[in-house]
């Protein structure tokens, strides 16, 4: 049986993030350099206690289109097309029903693109930033 003396919180919070780094990332060849960058997080678990307390707030907003539709700003949807925790259709989608939205799917990219090709996230990011100087 588990026990905090035994395993330390924050160990099994890397472990998770560690083991679900697959998932999170598309390109192989960017997988050691996210590795490497977890091995650096400063991991805890403060997080776990009211979660398991169920006094941890929902991180899900109601109705979110409308609360960014409400803000009157311009958005970006940027999304890794093979992300595999949160498909890039529903950022497509999203984007059509905000009046002020862009989407910009990165092709070879995951749930991490801006791991997976940060040349293209970033490029994303500029011509969004820039889209108004134009």
Do not use: C
Request: a neutral charge.
């Amino acid at each position: 049986m588990y026990t905090e003396q035994a395993v330390p919180l924050r160990t099994l919070t890397r472990a998770a993030a560690t083991a679900g780094a697959r998932a999170n990332v598309w390109r192989a060849e960017s997988l050691p350099g996210y590795l490497r960058r977890l091995s650096e997080v400063r991991f805890t678990a403060e997080w776990l206690r009211p979660y398991r307390a169920g006094v941890m707030p929902s991180p899900w907003l109601e109705d979110p289109l409308a609360r960014l539709s409400a803000a009157g700003r311009p958005v970006l949807l940027l999304h890794g097309e093979k992300d595999m925790t949160f498909p890039a259709f529903l950022a497509v989608q999203a984007a059509a029903g905000l009046p002020q939205a862009t989407a910009v799917v990165l092709p070879d990219a995951g749930h991490m693109a801006h791991i997976d090709d940060p040349a293209a996230w970033l490029a994303a990011v500029r011509g969004f930033l820039t889209a108004d100087e134009a």
